[in-house]
């Protein structure tokens, strides 16, 4: 697992991601596509056998106003011009870190972690702003419960603006009508517990007309009470970093408050 973070401009948002993308020493997601504006990565999950696309653009960051980046997962990209091919699935949205167009010298903070089967960014608007938001996006497959011959389950989700859960590249039938699940935690009302112990909850992804399909790798709900945005977790030898999300707009998160291992 990899990790990189910084604090820029707005209008240096994209590139400085780009290039943390690109110092990452044997990253599992190679380049495969990239333009100005453009940067599409690969990867074959921990499995070697998924076909696993992530796209980041820069949105309109690079404007004289903007708040938003677009990302997308693929099922599929053609190398020559980075688009989709006719007939492949294609899940994109609009990440933003501000709720409305600001002046882009603004400065956001971002935090980016990186394994085989998911990358995970956070934003979070400049601090001196009232449209400034904090959003996290999961760029990835979920932890299936059931062996899937493909990789169909690689998803986008957003805790602001997403889809009020987690939108799969394709459903169980392999079409793209059920392929939005939503996230259920056992959740408690307060940390931490007997023994000073904190509990963390998987987030499973789940639907009314297939069930359960997988868990979220590597994010946990956790009970606002009792933790705050920044605190770290340990959970052996993992370290795990809370974050309290803007509310508002659509996640797919079942609370504002997660666990995340980012390193």
């Not at 939503?182 to 009314?208: E, F, K, Q, R, T």
Request: glycine share 10%; proline share 3%.
């Amino acid at each position: 697992m990899a990790n990189f973070t910084g604090k820029v401009k707005m209008n240096e948002l994209f590139a400085n991601i780009v290039q943390g993308f690109k110092t990452i020493a044997g990253s599992p997601w190679s380049i495969f596509y990239e333009t100005a504006s453009v940067i599409v990565l690969k990867s074959v999950g921990t499995t070697g056998s998924d076909k696993l696309f992530f796209r980041l653009e820069v949105g309109n960051t690079k404007g004289t106003t903007g708040n938003k980046l677009t990302v997308s997962v693929a099922e599929d990209v053609m190398a020559t011009d980075g688009s989709i091919p006719l007939g492949r699935a294609e899940v994109k949205k609009d990440f933003l870190c501000h709720t409305s167009a600001v002046d882009t010298n603004l400065l956001i903070d971002y935090q980016v972690s990186v394994q085989p089967n998911r990358i995970i960014i956070y934003l979070q608007g400049d601090v001196n702003s009232v449209t400034g938001i904090s959003n996290l996006g999961y760029f990835g497959i979920l932890n299936r419960y059931a062996t899937e011959a493909d990789s169909s389950s690689l998803s986008v989700g957003l805790s602001y603006n997403g889809d009020n859960g987690i939108r799969t590249l394709r459903d169980k039938d392999k079409q793209m009508v059920n392929n939005i699940y939503d996230a259920y935690s056992a959740m408690l009302p307060v940390n931490p517990g007997w023994g000073s112990l904190y509990h963390l909850a998987p987030v499973i992804m789940c639907n009314g007309v297939e069930g359960p399909r997988g868990e979220l790798i590597d994010i946990y709900a956790v009970p606002s009470a009792g933790v705050s945005h920044g605190d770290e977790i340990k959970v052996g030898t993992r370290t795990y970093k809370v974050y309290s999300l803007s509310i508002g707009g659509q996640s797919f998160l079942s609370g504002a408050t997660v666990a995340v291992l980012m390193n």
